[in-house]
Each structure stands twice: as structure tokens, then as C-alpha cells.
């Protein structure tokens, strides 16, 4: 094995991207170890095993020289690809999906040197989710009431699921096994549409912002309930309390009130309740459609926040009368970038390397002790707390 | 078909110098005076009941019925108050009483086996549903017109046996605003409200206009209309979904029987209340008038953004599928005042509409459903709105199932408001027992004119003339969806869009439901499911503008002569003015928006004209016209049938034959023929006309007509048993034409029974001036006479009807029956209950003319022998439908249709 080769490989397959409509997500892998070789251990068939971690960093789509530059200083640097004049070697591939692995393709290979090979942004998703839910153990969990708890998922009774992917937009994914999937449906009314309302509606800067105001709002003072319908009486015949929203902002028709006569947090939080409850619904009854017992939510607009997935779960609760459970991952924000970081295989640029060019064959999530989701500020930060310990073949 | 003679609201205030009241010597009338109050409208019912089957087929007949200033004689009155609007439904019934004793009518009904102890009983009396709007915020508006017309204080329950004593009186009502103005219903009007569930009256609502009216129904792909006839058997079930401040999706199983399955929160109020913290709009329309001009594209993020401007086709998905609504609004710099409000509203619509789309879909879907029906303030008659909600339907269902909109949908709460009164005795009622008409000049149906009640006539005039403008400017008073308000649906940005688009008042755009329980299918149709009277489909579009400009280009003559058959009046010129305005409308409405009044064929447009002239009341514009005619030709039929029978029987088929379609030639509704008239006498046309009749005609079956009637090698056909003819024009057509032909079936023994107008339309004779007709031609000829005095038709000739005449077997009787109809082309799933008898013997029918046997029916199939003889008189139709020229005759002769 050529050694300069073999590092080369080793180089380009510690990371990946999801480069989203708002987001950039970042998976890359740090060895344990200040040398990039260091904590490798050559088994028997050749393959050397590396010991490390996978790290998670994301980025504003907006700031995306923020990310140019993490991974400039920060991954390739650091891993020792970059030559020490600055310039990029001219045949640096990485796997990148999502809609920005076109849009930035240029941008990388001319400010970093990177050629972007690209992944299906959803064949992407539903590999980084099923890695996931059978590797790492603690992944999925319910959220009800404020209680989370995470459910053991036989590995072989995992397919067929629904996997509901909460970006800009939203897609709902049928899963049935590796790489078997379809995209069956979708809204248009998603994290994009969450923030986007938001910020005309409240000034908000940002999504975590716009969450917070959330947290403290009240959305009876916008929205119409049944009860401002019926009277204050619930409409039970047709199985509606009277607090159940029977028209989200119903309420602004009538008032001859301003938007500056709300309350942002009011109107956060309407907003709010008005997305995860339609995202719920849709899912439910496409859970329904296809007999699917589990629902899966990810995506940034999840990203672990208590309320948005307890408004996706009520609203799940609601609509199959308590039949169905919606559930969460821990690293839903990663899943494209998780999937593509996996789907290093079948690497054409050096006939010496096999099929299979690492695989992590098992993965110990590093979780902070108190267990809690406390979200990370948006702008370029590194997740070490959710962090997966892991060891990976290198052929 | 119930009276048509006067406008939806208001009865017409009428002298009694009319020609038509004069000819009321026929049944003795009780017209009922200012006076006559609630005891007697409570208690008169069940008299009328029992009497309605008899006189159902005259009631329109005559126009003069009412007295000045009468209210609707009875009526049941519902309401749906909702937070912008007052949906009102009130149905009104006219009373008549004809005369048992006339003879005619009674020798037809023992012919006919209609005698008084097989008297049906219908399970409605006829009378109309008018369909009335007010907004909310002008409710005193809404109380001074039930106020005005008395709609109040009627017995709720006319048709039970109970008198509700004064001031006992409830109303049902639904929707929002039933509590809210309790107090004030019974302040002002002195009655109580009844309130009734909403989602129940929707329903019930819904069932019934879905089985009840034929071109209910209609779905909207890129602005086109299109109407969906839904069996009445295979209506269930469906899915119903009320787009309202909030979504409610409903399973309907059958009558009475349904849930609410699902239903969303983001609906009308998302969008308006939205809308109006966004855009800073003062209103729903103005919100929706803006998203017209607006372009999504700014502020949504697509697929093509994030792919940047690829398509992500794997998953079906196009670069301009919105991938986020407002997603643009994240990473842009900009404030809420960077945006245009018009792309704001129109990505809002976007959103909810498409949303509404994809979760009743995935319902319909989960229940197996295939239609379903949108309703709702969010839908009412916005083109762009019922595009998107289409295509979302469309798109997620790839194909499998249609979003569907209802023409009355406005009016659903209403409906089944009326709908929960004890015996409201719709629940049976057929398509074939509505008729829908569309008066003009109503300014509370719809459009966003008001003005007080209009009290009658005369009033309705001033407001034509000051709402309808002539000449190009014409609008029809009520407000209209333009035709083509968008291009592409769905996620795409239209291409296109209409400059204005309004939103509810164009929807309840509906006409008044005419309630005629006497109607019924022609029994002799081989299949009544398939039949389609136009021959001519005007929803394609150069039909249409052709027959919009024929109409038109006739309008002045029209105008010209219907002023003159009342005398030239000053108040006939107004009347005649008015009329020409309020057609005009119709025909500019038509002409932007072809699907407004149902599904249009050239039938309803010929008929709509018939309408809007009794509107006005002009009662029978070509009277004087047709009387002259009838003269000239009586005078000459003693020779023809002179010449007629000095023929052998072959010769003589021929020659009546031809003689049929000769006549043809006069008809005043043909511009070719009213040229003709200034060239000669009637009798010389005629047989210039005969003469020219050189054989092969272009449709010529009359070589099988003659082997059915004379027979060949020697056999003996079987004699028709009874022959129906339609008749058309007065004058030679059927003096010349139709009654010799008659003259020789009932001479070979078969029954006669002339098929004619109820109602005049153009010169086409009327079933109530064929007995004149028929007695005047019977002083000549003793067939004629033998036969008319068998059928009844000679009730002032001095004949011993114990004569020997009667013992002839050999002789059979000529009868006359109306069919029901006011119109030049003839719909047969609504006859009258008197043809439908009358067909039940018969096995020939002889559809005679241009509208009867071309324009309508020319590809009816018939469980008998049919014939149907007309000589075309328009180019174009030669053209269209015989591949021939015009003055080509039809001779199309057809036996029984094995269905």
C-alpha cells in the first residue's frame, strides 16, 4: 500500500456536509490523538481500525464562510491535508448532499480546493438514520409532557418506518430497508415557513430567538379556539375541546388590532403550534396510509427542542387518538450529513482501495450526563456533548 | 314548470288589462289580496294539496295571477347568519286555481287515463327557492326584506295541517349569528329562532342539492369549469370539506349520516388573519385581490433555490415546487416592509390552499373515498383559489380523485336549514323537477349592489337602468369570476391571471330553483341517463361566441316586436329597453364566464331569452304575428287538402312530407326566413318551398318511412297505435305542415296527439291556441273534425257527442298536450306530467323543426319509432351537423332503439 495514497484516503473520509437551504451540517471524524494516524490499530485482513470520534459542527447557509474557514483551519489543517502554502490539492473529494452540494460546488472547489462528490440528499437521510437507530443505542426517544424517554428498537423489527424530515420544507420518507425508501409525501409548511413568518411577524433575528419568544407566548390571544366559537362550551359532539385551535391567527381577523398590538411571544408561539400541529397531522395520516407503526422526526426545526417536538407529539397524539408516538433522534440535525459521511464506498479514484472504505462498526454515543437537549447556538459551533465514540475500518 | 313570470323576489305588479289575464276565462282564478293574511295561508295547504296535481301544468301559464302589492303566497323562510354574510332561502308558491270543468282538459285526461280517481299525489307543491345575500353588518337590510315580503309571518310548516297563531312564529336558522341576533329577529319581527346544528344543515345541505340539481357539481383545473353529473344512487360517500375561518373535513355516508373525520386549523381565518397582520388589508376580498397581482416566488423558497434552479426530478418535484413557504424570508436581510404585500398574500394562499388540498386528500385516502367537495368562504368562487386546492388533489392523487365545487355552495347552511323544518316535502323531489332560471335585476342575489326590496316591476326597471349599462359597457349585475384567472396550478406561479378576481358574492351567484313536482322524463327516452338534449356543446368556445352573436345580432327585431305586440306603449318601450339591457348582460356574462348559469347548451340559451322576456312581461312578443299567419294559412288549407286528396296514398305521403318540411321555412326565430317573409305571401313560399323539395333530401329516410307506413310486396303494416307530434311554428308550419300529416295518421286509425308549448316562445304555437287552430281547420274537413271532437278539442261546436261518429272503431281522437316547456328547443327529462301520460300508448314520435328535432334531440334514441323532420335554416348548423347547406332538409326516421 502506497503510505502517501493510503493517508491521502484517509484524509478526504473524515468529513462530510448537508448543505441545506438554512443550514450547513458537518460531520468530520477526530481521531483520538493529536497525529492523524495516531490510535490506529492494523488488524489481520489489512484493515486498519482507527479509534476515534464523530464530531458535528453546522453553520448558517448565509455565513457560509464561516464554514469555509472552519474547515480550512479546523479539519483540514488539522488533519494535514492542506499543503502548507495555502493551495489545495486539485483532487480533494468529499461527499456532500443536500441542494447547496450544487449551488456552493463551485464556491468549495475554488476556496478550499474540494470537490464535492455528491450524495442524494434523501437516499443520504435515511442511510444516517438507519446507521443510527441500529448502531447507536439510546437514539430514539418519545417526548410527552415534558418527559422524554428512549425506546429500544429491535434491530430487526426497525423497517418499515416513516421518517419525517423537518428542514426548510419537510419531506416524509417511507422506509423499508437500506437504502429502500420513498419519498411519499410533503408540505411546504416547515421550519422554513416557522422562521420565515416569524421574522416578518416579530423582528426576530434567528430561529433560536424566535423559539425562545415562543416559550413564553400564548397563542389564545391570536389564534380562534373552538370555545371562542361555541361559546366557551366544548363542541364535543365532533370531538373538540374548546382549547383546541379551530383557526390558527382566526383571531386577527376580527380584533381591528395592528400587528404591533400582539405580542411577539404570542405570535411566536401561534406560529409555532400552527406548523408542528399541521406537520403531525400529515404525518399521522401518512403513517395511517402506509401502516406504519413508528414516525420519526428530524430536521432542524426538532433539533431537540422541547417545544417543538412536544407540540409535534400532542399533535400526533390528537390526530391518531392516542395511538401513534412520534419520535425523535438524537442527532436528527445530522442525518444527511451522518448518511453521506457513511456512503464512503466504491471510491473510484484509487483502484487499490476496496469496497467498503470504513465502516464504524460500533459507536458509543458520548450523551452529557443530566441527559438534557439543551440546543447549541446556531452559528458555527462543534457539538461535542453529542459527539459518537467510535472506531473505523481503513482498508 | 312553475310561473316564470315574474322576478325572484318580487311579484310583478300587473293591470289587468293584459292579454293574458283575458284569456283566464280558462280556470277561475282567486287571487289572493293585501288583506288576506297568515290564518288563511296556514289553514289553505291541504286544500292545495290535494288539488296541486291537477293544475301543476298551467300555473305558469298565466302571469297575472298576483295582485298588485301581494307578497308570496306562502312561504318557508331559513337563514344562515354567518360572520360576513346572511345566506337567506325562502321558497314561495303561487296559487292557482284552474277550472275542472273545462272540457278539453278533462276529455284529455280520461284519454290519457288521468281521471280524477288515479289522481297522484306529489310529495311538493310547486313554487320556487330564492336564494337570497346580505352582509352581516347590514342586517337591517336582511330584516326590511323578509319584513317587506312577509316572509316572517307565515306558518313554518305550510304544509302541515297546523295554524300557528300570530306571533309564534320560528324561524330555523344557522351558522354563528343564529344567537347573536335572537333578540333582534324577535324584536323587529316578532318571531323566534330556531337554531339548527351547522355541520348538520351543511350536510343536509349538500345531499340535497347534489341530488336534486343536475349541473351541481363542477371541478376547476386551470380556470376551467367543468360539470360532473353524479348519479343520485352513487352519490355516497363523499367527503365534504368546509373551508370556513377553520377547516372541517367531513365523511358523508348518507342522508343524516356522517362525521367529521378530520379538519385542520389552518384555514380561511390562518389566511386572513395572516393576511391582515402581514399586508395590513382592511378586508377578506381585498387580501385575496391582491394576492391576483402577486408572485410567490419572492419570498417562498423553491426547489429550484435550493437546487439552484435544477430540478429535483427523482422525487417529482419541479425547480418551482415550493420546497418552503416563506422560507425565503430566513435569509434575507429584508423587514416585513421589503415585501410586497401582493407576493405575501399570494404565498399565504398558496400555503393554505395547498395545505386544505393535501390533508383532504390524504383523508379521502385513508376512507377510500373519491370525491371530494370543497366549500367554504375560503373557496366560494375563487378561480385561483379552487386551482390550487385542484391541483394539490390532483398532484398528491396523481390522477385518482377530483376536488370538486358546488355551484350553490354558498347556500348549503341555508339549505339544510330549510331542509330541518317537519315536512318541507323536498326530500324526494328529482333533478327533473328543478329548473333553474336566472332573473336579472336582483340586486340581493349576489354582486355587491344593494338597494332596498325592489317592490316591483317598474322599480326593477330603474335599477336595470341604473345598473346595467348599455352597449359595450355592459356587465351583468351580477359579479363575475373571469373565465381565465389562472394558468398553472398549484405549486406553480400562474402564468396568467385575471385583473380582477371577487370573492363570494359571485359564487352565491345562483339562480331561483324552480320547483315543479308535475315535471317528469319523457318515458319513451331510451336511456333517460344518457340523453343530452344540445346537439350543440357551446363549451366549445367558437360555438359559443357564434350562437352569443347570433342571439345578439337578433336582439334589436326581438326588442322591436315584442314592443309592438303591446301596443307600442310607452311603458312597453321601456319594459322592451330594460329587457334588451338585462339580455345583453347575460349574453356578456355568458360570454366571459360560459359555466355561470350550469352547464350551457344552445337550448338554455334560447330558452334563457324566452325567460328574460316573461321577466319583463312581455307576455307573448309575436302574438299579432302569429295570430295573422294562423289566418293566411287557414284560409288556404281547404285547397291543399283538396290537392292532397286527389293523390294515391304514395304520392300523398310524399307530398305531406314534403309539405312538413316546406313549412319549415316559416319561422321567425331564423334570420333567413324573416328576410323571406318581405318577399311573399305564405301560400306562394310554401309552394315555391315544396316545389324546390327535390329528393334525395340531405338526411333522407323517408323511402324506410314510407315501407313502415304503407308497407311492401304486398303487406300490411300494423297502424301506428298513437303518434306524438311536436309541433313548432304557428302559422303554416302547423297548418300547412303538421296538420295534414296528422290529418293522415288519424285517417289509417292511429291516435293523434299534437305535442306543443306550454309557454310561447318566438312564433312556436302554444298548446292553449292549438284548439282554435285545430277547430278552425276542422270546419273543413271532416276527419279533422271527428277526431277533434273525440279528443276534446272542439268544446264550443255544437256536436251530440253521442253520434255515430264515436262508434267508428276505425276513427281515432286528436288530442293536444303541452309539453311543459317555454322555450324553441324542447329538454325531454322535464316534460309535463300530461305528455308523459300521453307517451305511454304511443309508439311513433314526430319531432318536428330546428330546435325540437336538430338543435335539441337530434341524437335522441327513442324506445319507439321516431321521426324527426326539420329544414335547416342556418348555414353554420347545415354545416356543423348535416355537412350541408342551408334550406337542406331532415328526414330522419328511426325505429325503436334496443337499449
Not at chain 1, 425506546?151 to 420544507?169: A, E
Not at chain 2, 293523434?752 to 308549448?757: E, G, I, S
Not at chain 2, 318536428?848 to 337530434?858: D, P, V, Y
Amino acid at each position: 500500500m502506497d503510505p502517501k495514497n493510503s493517508r491521502f484516503s484517509t484524509q478526504i473520509s473524515h468529513l462530510a456536509l448537508d448543505i441545506g437551504g438554512t443550514l450547513i451540517k458537518l460531520v468530520y471524524f477526530s481521531p483520538n490523538g493529536d497525529n492523524c494516524e495516531g490510535g490506529s490499530i492494523v488488524v489481520g485482513n489489512g484493515c486498519s481500525v482507527v479509534q476515534g470520534r464523530l464530531c458535528f459542527a453546522k453553520f448558517e447557509t448565509r455565513k457560509i464562510d464561516d464554514c469555509l474557514d472552519f474547515i480550512r483551519f479546523n479539519i483540514l489543517q488539522h488533519s494535514g491535508v492542506q499543503h502548507t502554502n495555502g493551495t489545495a490539492r486539485d483532487k480533494l473529494s468529499v461527499k456532500a448532499t443536500g441542494g447547496g452540494a450544487f449551488k456552493f460546488a463551485d464556491l468549495f472547489k475554488e476556496k478550499l480546493g474540494i470537490v464535492f462528490d455528491k450524495e442524494d440528499e434523501m437516499h443520504s437521510l435515511v442511510c444516517g438514520v438507519n446507521f443510527l437507530l441500529k448502531t447507536v443505542p439510546r437514539e430514539a426517544f418519545t417526548y410527552l409532557d415534558g418527559q422524554k424517554e428512549f425506546v429500544q428498537i429491535d434491530h430487526n423489527d426497525l423497517y418499515p418506518y416513516l421518517l419525517v424530515n423537518i428542514g426548510s420544507g419537510v419531506s416524509m420518507i417511507k422506509v423499508d430497508g437500506d437504502g429502500k425508501y420513498e419519498r411519499i409525501s410533503g408540505t411546504s409548511l416547515g421550519g422554513g415557513t416557522f422562521l420565515g413568518l416569524g421574522k416578518l411577524l416579530t423582528n426576530c433575528k434567528s430561529f433560536d430567538e424566535l423559539l425562545e419568544l415562543s416559550h413564553q407566548g400564548n397563542n389564545r390571544v391570536i389564534d380562534m379556539l373552538v370555545g371562542d366559537i361555541y361559546g366557551g362550551t366544548d363542541y364535543s359532539k365532533i370531538g373538540l375541546s374548546s382549547t383546541a385551535i379551530a383557526s390558527s391567527f382566526g383571531k386577527a381577523i376580527s380584533d381591528g388590532k395592528e400587528l404591533e398590538d400582539y405580542q411577539p411571544e404570542d405570535v411566536a408561539r401561534s406560529l409555532l403550534r400552527m406548523i408542528s400541529n399541521n406537520i403531525g397531522q400529515i404525518a399521522y395520516l401518512n403513517a395511517l396510509r402506509f401502516g406504519l407503526k413508528r414516525i420519526f422526526f428530524g430536521g432542524f426545526f426538532i433539533r431537540g427542542l422541547e417545544y417543538t417536538m412536544d407540540t409535534i407529539s400532542v399533535a400526533v397524539h390528537f390526530w391518531s387518538r392516542g395511538e401513534a408516538k412520534a419520535m425523535f433522534l438524537r442527532h436528527e440535525g445530522f442525518l444527511g450529513a451522518l448518511g453521506a459521511f457513511t456512503s464512503y464506498k466504491d471510491q473510484s479514484h484509487s483502484t487499490e482501495l476496496k469496497p467498503h472504505h470504513h465502516t464504524v462498526e460500533r459507536a458509543v454515543l458520548k450523551c452529557s450526563d443530566d441527559d438534557s437537549f439543551r440546543h447549541t447556538p446556531v452559528t458555527a459551533n462543534v457539538n461535542d456533548g453529542e459527539a459518537i465514540e467510535c472506531s473505523i475500518n481503513l482498508v | 314548470m312553475a310561473g316564470r313570470e315574474d322576478d325572484e323576489h318580487d311579484p310583478p305588479i300587473l293591470d289587468d288589462k293584459t292579454e293574458a289575464e283575458a284569456k283566464s276565462s280558462e280556470r277561475d282564478m282567486a287571487p289572493q289580496g293585501p288583506g288576506t293574511s297568515i290564518h288563511r295561508s296556514g289553514s289553505r295547504p291541504q286544500l292545495d294539496l290535494s288539488k296541486a296535481e291537477i293544475q301543476g301544468n298551467f300555473e305558469e301559464r298565466d302571469p297575472t295571477i298576483l295582485l298588485p302589492n301581494q307578497s308570496d303566497d306562502i312561504s318557508h323562510l331559513a337563514l344562515d347568519i354567518g360572520g360576513s354574510l346572511i345566506k337567506l332561502l325562502y321558497f314561495s308558491r303561487h296559487e292557482d286555481y284552474s277550472n275542472d270543468d273545462d272540457k278539453r282538459k278533462k276529455t284529455i285526461k280520461e284519454r290519457l287515463g288521468l281521471t280524477n280517481g288515479k289522481l297522484r299525489s306529489y310529495p311538493v307543491l310547486g313554487g320556487r327557492l330564492h336564494f337570497v345575500k346580505f352582509e352581516t353588518h347590514k342586517i337591517n337590510e336582511c330584516l326590511d326584506f323578509i319584513h317587506s315580503k312577509q316572509l316572517h309571518r307565515r306558518d313554518p310548516y305550510p304544509w302541515s295541517s297546523k295554524t300557528l297563531p300570530l306571533g309564534t312564529g320560528v324561524i330555523k336558522v344557522t351558522g354563528g349569528g343564529a344567537y347573536k341576533f335572537a333578540d333582534l329577529f324577535k324584536e323587529r319581527l316578532g318571531v323566534s329562532i330556531e337554531k339548527e346544528d351547522e355541520m348538520h344543515c351543511l350536510v343536509s345541505g349538500a345531499n340535497f342539492l347534489l341530488k336534486a340539481i343536475r349541473h351541481e357539481a363542477y371541478t376547476h383545473m386551470e380556470g376551467e369549469k367543468e360539470f360532473v353529473q353524479i348519479e343520485p344512487n352513487d352519490l355516497y360517500p363523499y367527503l365534504l370539506v368546509n373551508v370556513g375561518s377553520g377547516v372541517s373535513i367531513i365523511k358523508v355516508d348518507g342522508e343524516g349520516k356522517f362525521e367529521r373525520v378530520s379538519g385542520t386549523n389552518v384555514g380561511g381565518g390562518t389566511y386572513w388573519g395572516l393576511g391582515r397582520l402581514l399586508t395590513k388589508c382592511k378586508s377578506f376580498d381585498e387580501l385575496l385581490e391582491l394576492s391576483q397581482k402577486g408572485d410567490n416566488s419572492t419570498i417562498d423558497m423553491l426547489v429550484g433555490d435550493i437546487y439552484g434552479g435544477m430540478d429535483y426530478s427523482k422525487i417529482g418535484l419541479s425547480a418551482s415546487t415550493i420546497a418552503s413557504s416563506f422560507g425565503k424570508a430566513i435569509s434575507e436581510n429584508k423587514e416585513l416592509e421589503d415585501y410586497r404585500p401582493e407576493d405575501i398574500s399570494l404565498s399565504l394562499l398558496r400555503m393554505i390552499s395547498y395545505n386544505i388540498g393535501q390533508i383532504s386528500y390524504l383523508n379521502a385516502l385513508r376512507f377510500g373515498l373519491k370525491r371530494i367537495f370543497f366549500g367554504g368562504f375560503f373557496i366560494r368562487g375563487h378561480a385561483y383559489t379552487m386551482d390550487t386546492i385542484s391541483f394539490a388533489v390532483h398532484f398528491w392523487s396523481k390522477g385518482d380523485m377530483q376536488a370538486m365545487f358546488l355551484r350553490h355552495e354558498g347556500f348549503l347552511g341555508a339549505m339544510g336549514a330549510f331542509m330541518s323544518y317537519e315536512k318541507h316535502g323536498l326530500d324526494d323531489l328529482m333533478s327533473h323537477q328543478l329548473v333553474e332560471r336566472f332573473p336579472m335585476g336582483a340586486p340581493y342575489t349576489g354582486g355587491n349592489i344593494h338597494g332596498p326590496p325592489l317592490g316591483d316591476l317598474n322599480e326593477k326597471i330603474s335599477w336595470m337602468e341604473k345598473f346595467v349599462r348599455r352597449g359595450t359597457e355592459i356587465t351583468a349585475p351580477v359579479p363575475m369570476t373571469p373565465s381565465k384567472t389562472t394558468g398553472l396550478g398549484g405549486f406553480d406561479v400562474p402564468s396568467s391571471r385575471g385583473s380582477a378576481l371577487r370573492s363570494d358574492a359571485s359564487a352565491l351567484n345562483v339562480g331561483v330553483l324552480h320547483l315543479v313536482p308535475t315535471l317528469e322524463v319523457f318515458p319513451l327516452l331510451a336511456d333517460p341517463k344518457m340523453y343530452e338534449p344540445n346537439t350543440i356543446d357551446l363549451s366549445d368556445q367558437g360555438e359559443r361566441e357564434y350562437w352569443l352573436k347570433v342571439l345578439s345580432e337578433h336582439l334589436p327585431d326581438l326588442v322591436d316586436t315584442a314592443v309592438a305586440s303591446e301596443g307600442g306603449t310607452e311603458d312597453a318601450k321601456r319594459r322592451g329597453d330594460a329587457f334588451a339591457r338585462a339580455f345583453s348582460a347575460h349574453l356578456a356574462r355568458l360570454m366571459e364566464e360560459p359555466a355561470a348559469y350550469g352547464k350551457l347548451g344552445l337550448a338554455n340559451l334560447l330558452e334563457l331569452r324566452e325567460e328574460c322576456l316573461r321577466e319583463f312581461q312581455f307576455v307573448d312578443a309575436y302574438r299579432s304575428i302569429k295570430q295573422r299567419e294562423n289566418e293566411a294559412s287557414l284560409a288556404v288549407l281547404p285547397d291543399l287538402l283538396e290537392e292532397l286528396d286527389s293523390m294515391t296514398e304514395e304520392a300523398r305521403l310524399l307530398t305531406l312530407i314534403e309539405g312538413v318540411l316546406a313549412a319549415n321555412i316559416f319561422d321567425w326565430g331564423s334570420r333567413a326566413c324573416v328576410d323571406l317573409y318581405h318577399k311573399g305571401t305564405i301560400i306562394e313560399i310554401y309552394r315555391m318551398s315544396r316545389n324546390k323539395m327535390q329528393r334525395p333530401w340531405r338526411v333522407d329516410d323517408f323511402d324506410a318511412f314510407k315501407e313502415r307506413m304503407l308497407g311492401s310486396g304486398g303487406k300490411q303494416p300494423h297502424r301506428h297505435k298513437r303518434a306524438l307530434l311536436f309541433v313548432d311554428n304557428s302559422g303554416a308550419d302547423v297548418i300547412l305542415g303538421m296538420l295534414p300529416l296528422a290529418r293522415e295518421f288519424l285517417r289509417r286509425g292511429t291516435e293523434v296527439v299534437l305535442v306543443a308549448n306550454s309557454l310561447p316562445a318566438l312564433n312556436d304555437v302554444t298548446a292553449m291556441e292549438l284548439p282554435d287552430i285545430v277547430a278552425g281547420a276542422a270546419k273543413h274537413c271532416d276527419i279533422l273534425r271527428r277526431a277533434a271532437e273525440m279528443g276534446g278539442l272542439l268544446v264550443d261546436a255544437m256536436v251530440n257527442p253521442g253520434d255515430g261518429s264515436k262508434n267508428d272503431l276505425t276513427s281515432a281522437p286528436l288530442m293536444v298536450v303541452e309539453n311543459g316547456c317555454g322555450s324553441p328547443c324542447i329538454d325531454l327529462r322535464q316534460v309535463s306530467s300530461e305528455l308523459a301520460a300521453a307517451a305511454k300508448d304511443a309508439d311513433l314520435v314526430v319531432l318536428e323543426g330546428m330546435g325540437r328535432a336538430l338543435h335539441t334531440n337530434f341524437n335522441a334514441q327513442f324506445k319507439c319509432e321516431a321521426l324527426k323532420l326539420a329544414m335547416v335554416k342556418n348555414q353554420r348548423l347545415a354545416e356543423k351537423l348535416i355537412n350541408g347547406n342551408i334550406y337542406d332538409s331532415v328526414c330522419r326516421y328511426e325505429p325503436p332503439s334496443l337499449s
